[in-house]
């Protein structure tokens, strides 16, 4: 937020400057992200009064003007026509440099001589029109620095708060409450302001849930005249970023810059039931319908709350005040609204409407109630300022916030802080804070206002000693306690090493959102019953995943506009809803590859090679691929109908994952022209099947043998009944079998290579032993299955 140091410095009472104020609130508040000086550029401008406007002898489109600037008169040639005798004017004088770069130099004008320059709003770099000089109020001194005069000798600190202090510092009056504390003083700003309860008979406000809005104070004013603000309140709001709209949507404005309080005016005229107005604070009806100021018009939920007469919606309650029901240059008898409205309620509504305003921006960081009270005080002293009358005041507030007390061990703020502070000292901080405390021993009881609603325990209180006194005081010291290293998380080291594993094979991570849409969920075929959020970010993010491998599709359609090979994967968790309880959280593993085009058929038997490589590593040996075997459901169509497996361990029932390129109707709706294929599993199963497997073995004695064989098959031949044969044919001497080549022919057969090694535990094998099996293991390929041997 950004806040005027000169409007801190006045209620803070300080004579620090503004980089002493800064530095101060970083050390020990908030984080001061940067500071804007205003005003330079127009030390040489000042206010001028048009004494006399006649016409340029020599040019139809200029006049002769004089102006009064106090200490003299001057003759200035000025081509605006929207000013008048009377006005009160910016004067650029002789030897002025603006911010547009312009020099002001003493000129002849056709004939004219010419002393100045009188300015636009944008010759001065106060905003963007040029459509004519800029009047200025009539309170504006003659002769007067405009800096002065607009209040722009001032600088704009821009802080940020965070959260849990956004319900008091968002304002001024919070930060300058800070800078008294650490200068050591105390300001009450809220005692200097009563509120007026005069009664009325004009005005009746009825809260239908206390809950949504535990406060709402109501006050009838009259004798309204609509005007400009005075020139310094629409400088100040100006320079904070706000356009000054009229005195009276103005004067609300600056009471929620200066308290925090969101305030809202109706025009009494315009929402009055005979010469009544009746207020009503009530949900909205399913599918109502309201008209705001900004001319939107939005469908509202049950969940949302309106401010309401008896015939129509008035405003959306925190949010924004409603189409013909606000000020205009009419009214002369107002309606103000000073209330306190449920912050996760507000929030609700305001992301379901899309409506973001300065008001929304507090209620839904949570206000205190009683700050609505000073605030209606505030603006009601400000608008009789301006001539108006207080016809009376309604407050509804059916459970007041009181202050709480907390207890305070003395001797553990030192414990805490590691830094012994005087107790005298630590009681100066707590009421430069307006914390009221009584000393009970060596326990302090204090009071805390409602304003500080972050404050519940006593290490909240510590903190704000802690950084009241200084951090940097406090000397930094070795611990005495003995430090144990922190308890290893199994199942993240687990996943560390199933990523070191797929890195170090040549595979990229991937992140994604831990939500898709409808959309996604749709192309890929997950028909199941996911968790919608209430309020997504956006309609992309609207389902808890039930799957990883949409987000990896949508990655390699991504990916292929620049590479032509792609190896990913993901490791994140997974939503399966259950019926009236939190959902059941897998935690998955999913990687994708995608080959070269010139590599055609081996897709699939690389994602099994990749699964084999995971398996290896973890020792698990006893693993197998198997076709579906669910005979009561199809395969899922993510799948490709052939080229898909289970992947599952002997001698149990769990099923860990599959493999298998993607099916051909998924790539196309992700537009992903390429073959993939993919691998899922189940990490917390693999875990536990990994530490089941686990089991030491001894380096092999004797030495192994390796042989290659490759071959031509039938289509219908698979690798498995291929692998059985030549396991079988072994006699206990084979080792490992491994696929490694596969491609189609031509002549619609299929060529497999594989690698065979063999070994035994009680000596050497003989080429005669090995060829042997080898002459073995073709007769009953070519027998069994029909395949030609390529010798």
């Known amino acids: 937020m950004q806040y005027s140091y000169n409007w801190l410095k006045e209620l803070s009472e300080t004579n620090k400057t503004v980089g002493q104020m800064a530095d101060l609130i970083m050390m020990h508040s908030f984080e001061v992200e940067s500071i804007e000086e205003k005003g330079k550029g127009l030390e040489n401008v000042v206010v001028g009064k048009i004494l006399e406007i006649k016409k340029h002898p020599n040019a139809d489109k200029l006049q002769l003007t004089k102006i009064d600037i106090g200490n003299k008169k001057l003759d200035i040639v000025c081509g605006a026509w929207n000013i008048k005798v ?10 002025a440099k603006l911010q547009n770069g312009i020099v002001i130099k003493e000129a002849e004008i056709r004939g004219i001589k010419s002393f100045g320059m009188l300015c636009a709003e944008d010759e001065l770099g106060l905003g963007k029109s040029h459509e004519g000089i800029l009047i200025l109020g009539k309170d504006a001194e003659i002769g007067e620095k405009l800096t002065k005069a607009l209040d722009l000798d001032d600088a704009i600190l821009e802080i940020k708060v965070l959260p849990d202090r956004s319900h008091d510092a968002l304002c001024h009056i919070g930060i300058a409450r800070e800078i008294s504390a650490l200068d050591g003083k105390k300001i009450d700003y809220y005692k200097k302001i009563k509120l007026n309860r005069k009664k009325t008979d004009k005005l009746s406000i009825k809260i239908q849930d206390q809950y949504l809005c535990p406060r709402y104070i109501g006050a009838v004013m009259t004798d309204i005249k609509i005007e400009e ?4 309140m629409k400088s100040r709001l100006n320079s904070l970023g706000i356009n000054p709209i009229n005195n009276i949507v103005d004067a609300t404005n600056y009471v929620m810059l200066e308290l925090g309080q969101p305030l809202h005016a109706f025009d009494f005229d315009q929402i009055k039931d005979d010469e009544r107005v009746n207020i009503f604070v009530r949900r909205a009806i399913e599918n109502e319908k309201i008209t705001l100021l900004d001319g939107s018009v939005k ?11 008896k015939d129509r919606a008035l405003a959306v309650a925190g949010v ?17 609204e000073s209330a306190n409205f449920n912050s996760t309620s507000i929030r609700k509504t305001r992301m379901r409407l899309k409506v973001k305003t300065e008001a929304s921006d507090r209620f839904e960081k949570e206000i205190d109630p009683n700050v609505a009270e000073i605030a209606m005080a505030r603006i009601i002293e400000i608008v009789e300022s301006y001539g108006g009358k207080i016809e009376g005041v309604v407050d509804v507030y059916s459970k007041p916030v009181e202050k709480w007390k907390i207890k305070l061990d003395l001797a553990y703020v030192g414990k805490l802080l590691g830094e012994e502070i005087p107790e005298k000292t630590i009681i100066n901080i707590l009421e430069s804070l307006q914390l009221k405390t009584k000393k009970k021993g060596r326990m302090l009881e204090i009071e805390i206002p409602t304003f500080r609603i972050d404050l519940k325990t006593q290490e909240d209180i510590i903190e704000e000693i802690g950084r009241i006194y200084g951090y940097e005081k406090i000397n930094s010291t070795v611990p005495f306690y003995p430090v144990q290293p922190a308890k290893m998380d199994e199942e993240r080291q687990f996943e560390k090493t199933i990523r070191d594993y797929l890195v170090g094979a040549g595979f990229s991570e991937v992140y994604n959102y831990s939500f898709y849409g409808k959309n996604d969920a749709e192309m890929a075929g997950l028909s199941q019953k996911h968790l919608e959020l209430e309020n997504p970010i956006n309609p992309e993010q609207a389902l808890m995943r039930v799957s990883l491998v949409p987000g990896i599709l949508n990655n390699i359609k991504e990916n292929l506009k620049n590479f032509k090979e792609i190896e990913i994967f993901e490791i994140g968790r997974i939503y399966i809803p259950k019926d009236g309880s939190l959902p059941e959280e897998k935690n998955m593993l999913v990687g994708a590859i995608v ?37 009561e459901e199809k395969i899922p169509l993510i799948w490709h109908k052939t080229r898909f497996a289970e992947i599952e361990i002997e001698g149990s029932e769990e099923l860990i994952g599959y493999v298998g390129e993607m099916s051909p109707i998924v790539l196309e709706r992700f537009r992903i022209k390429k073959r993939v294929a993919i691998f899922e599993i189940d990490m917390e199963i693999l875990r536990k099947v990994s530490e089941g497997e686990r089991e030491f073995k001894p380096l092999r004695k004797f030495p192994t043998s390796m042989r290659d064989i490759s071959m031509t098959a039938e289509p219908e031949v698979r690798v498995e009944d291929i692998l059985d044969i030549i396991q079988g044919s072994g006699m206990k001497l084979i080792i490992d079998v491994d696929l490694f080549d596969i491609f189609d022919l031509p002549e619609e057969k299929t060529s497999f290579a594989f690698h065979i090694i063999f070994g035994a535990d009680d000596r050497t094998l003989k080429n005669q032993e090995v060829d042997e099996i080898m002459k073995k293991i073709t007769e009953n390929l070519e027998k069994d299955l029909k395949v030609e041997i390529r010798k």
């Open 86 to 95: 009377d006005d009160k004017v910016p004067v650029a004088l002789v030897g």
């Open 229 to 232: 603000s005075p020139t310094w």
């Open 299 to 309: 469908e509202l939920f049950d969940e949302d709350l309106l401010i309401t007469n």
């Open 320 to 336: 924004m005040g409603g189409e013909n029901s606000g000020i205009n240059e009419n009214t002369t008898k107002i309606v103000i």
């Open 595 to 631: 080959s070269d085009e010139s590599k055609k058929g081996n897709n699939f038997y690389e994602a099994k090679g990749y699964v084999d490589l995971i398996f290896n590593k973890l020792g698990i040996e006893d693993h197998y691929f198997d076709e579906f075997k669910n005979s």
